[in-house]
């Protein structure tokens, strides 16, 4: 997907750089591979840009631009159609079992505005600081995600959880998670990521969590999963 | 921020939290907040406990794993940003070689989070 828009972009003067939030390196490098990107392809395991950007789910994207100024902070970012999405959606329900076809009828609820966030990115390429939607720094920090005590606590907590879980200890990495997620709900990626250890794709109920994604997505309502594009 | 001991390299603490620790007080962009003589230790490394409840930064212990983890600042701005300027963000790519965000000063970047799960 961001290959794509990379080969479209990059002779306009667009660099993209795509960070993969994965505490284990092997579950996103054949995603990588079958990419092929041409552009930097980074790994964190430790989930560092939502501490240094605020995100807070993906993919969301992040303009930085010549002189290294945030001209628009994390917000989603859909350039195109994302085919996992669209499989998802096309899924027949009555030929999966009732708790699949339940968690994609939330998935069907999601929305996404790829042609607008595409027109966006690609006005930006064109008309630089000239564009609408190049933002001032004050504006940038006005719409970046709220920080006090309780989101910097998850972000320390996480971080914790997975340094114990990359040094062996799984187990002592849980009471962190459970924490970070206590702490800062609307962080899906420090969420996903704990559920996607325990139960892998769906992001089930589990011992180890109070949440899931089908509970956690149904409490907020599947519409409101991310939230909308402002220009 | 991981950390093994509550004095922490200033160079290092700079890198991740993107505080340059002085003798006059931290300063990231535009902001500068001051702090007490005791901020750096003789041998000039960042005393963690003097400088993390200044700048209004999380430090949180693991008995069993004998180490703490330090969480981002909440004083200055109340948002995840402190700045608009961005971050220097350096991770590896997925053959390990380290990756600077800063070296593609020049060009507009478009940063993707994304993940397999």
């Given at each position: 997907?961001w290959?794509?828009?990379?080969?479209?972009?990059?002779?306009?003067?667009?660099?993209?750089?795509?960070?993969?939030?994965?505490?284990?390196?092997?579950?996103?490098?054949?995603?990588?591979?079958?990419?092929?990107?041409?552009?930097?392809?980074?790994?964190?395991?430790?989930?560092?840009?939502?501490?240094?950007?605020?995100?807070?789910?993906?993919?969301?994207?992040?303009?930085?631009?010549?002189?290294?100024?945030?001209?628009?902070?994390?917000?989603?970012?859909?350039?195109?159609?994302?085919?996992?999405?669209?499989?998802?959606?096309?899924?027949?329900?009555?030929?999966?079992?009732?708790?699949?076809?339940?968690?994609?009828?939330?998935?069907?609820?999601?929305?996404?505005?790829?042609?607008?966030?595409?027109?966006?990115?690609?006005?930006?390429?064109?008309?630089g600081?000239?564009?609408?939607?190049?933002?001032?720094?004050?504006?940038?920090?006005?719409?970046?995600?709220?920080?006090?005590?309780?989101?910097?606590?998850?972000a320390?907590?996480?971080?914790?959880?997975?340094?114990?879980?990359?040094?062996?200890?799984?187990?002592?990495?849980?009471?962190h998670?459970r924490?970070?997620?206590?702490?800062?709900?609307?962080?899906?990626?420090?969420?996903?990521?704990?559920?996607?250890?325990?139960?892998?794709?769906r992001?089930?109920?589990?011992?180890?969590?109070?949440?899931?994604?089908?509970?956690?997505?149904?409490?907020?309502?599947?519409?409101?999963?991310?939230?909308?594009?402002?220009? | 921020?991981?950390?093994?001991?509550?004095?922490?390299?200033?160079?290092?603490?700079?890198?991740?939290?993107?505080?340059?620790?002085?003798?006059?007080g931290?300063?990231?962009?535009?902001?500068?907040?001051?702090l007490?003589?005791?901020?750096?230790?003789?041998?000039?490394?960042?005393?963690?406990?003097?400088?993390?409840?200044?700048?209004?930064?999380?430090?949180?212990?693991?008995?069993?794993?004998?180490?703490?983890?330090?969480?981002?600042?909440?004083?200055?701005?109340?948002?995840?940003?402190?700045?608009?300027?961005?971050?220097?963000?350096?991770?590896?790519?997925?053959?390990?070689?380290?990756?600077?965000?800063?070296?593609?000063?020049?060009?507009?970047?478009?940063?993707?989070?994304?993940?397999?799960?």
């Amino acid at each position: 997907m961001w290959q794509a828009v990379r080969t479209q972009l990059h002779p306009k003067g667009l660099e993209i750089v795509t960070v993969a939030l994965d505490v284990d390196i092997e579950a996103a490098r054949p995603l990588v591979e079958a990419a092929k990107p041409e552009h930097p392809s980074l790994i964190d395991t430790a989930h560092v840009v939502d501490e240094m950007f605020g995100i807070v789910n993906v993919p969301n994207g992040v303009w930085i631009d010549e002189d290294g100024m945030i001209v628009r902070p994390a917000e989603p970012a859909f350039p195109g159609k994302n085919p996992v999405m669209d499989q998802l959606r096309n899924v027949d329900p009555s030929t999966v079992p009732p708790e699949v076809a339940e968690i994609l009828a939330e998935v069907k609820k999601i929305k996404t505005d790829p042609d607008a966030y595409f027109a966006m990115v690609l006005d930006w390429v064109e008309q630089g600081a000239d564009s609408r939607h190049a933002l001032s720094p004050d504006e940038v920090i006005r719409r970046a995600m709220p920080r006090e005590d309780d989101e910097a606590l998850a972000a320390a907590h996480f971080e914790l959880g997975e340094h114990l879980h990359q040094a062996g200890d799984h187990a002592a990495a849980i009471p962190h998670w459970r924490e970070s997620h206590a702490r800062f709900p609307s962080n899906w990626t420090y969420k996903r990521q704990a559920w996607e250890l325990e139960d892998p794709m769906r992001q089930g109920r589990s011992e180890a969590y109070d949440g899931s994604w089908f509970d956690d997505v149904k409490k907020i309502g599947a519409e409101n999963y991310y939230p909308p594009l402002v220009p | 921020m991981i950390l093994t001991e509550l004095e922490v390299d200033a160079a290092a603490f700079e890198a991740r939290t993107g505080w340059a620790v002085m003798p006059e007080g931290a300063c990231k962009a535009e902001h500068c907040v001051p702090l007490p003589p005791e901020a750096r230790t003789a041998d000039g490394k960042v005393a963690v406990e003097v400088v993390a409840p200044r700048l209004g930064m999380p430090l949180v212990h693991d008995e069993g794993a004998g180490i703490w983890a330090l969480g981002p600042d909440t004083t200055v701005t109340g948002k995840a940003l402190t700045t608009a300027v961005a971050p220097e963000l350096e991770l590896p790519d997925f053959d390990g070689n380290p990756f600077k965000l800063s070296s593609l000063r020049g060009q507009k970047v478009l940063l993707v989070a994304w993940a397999s799960w």
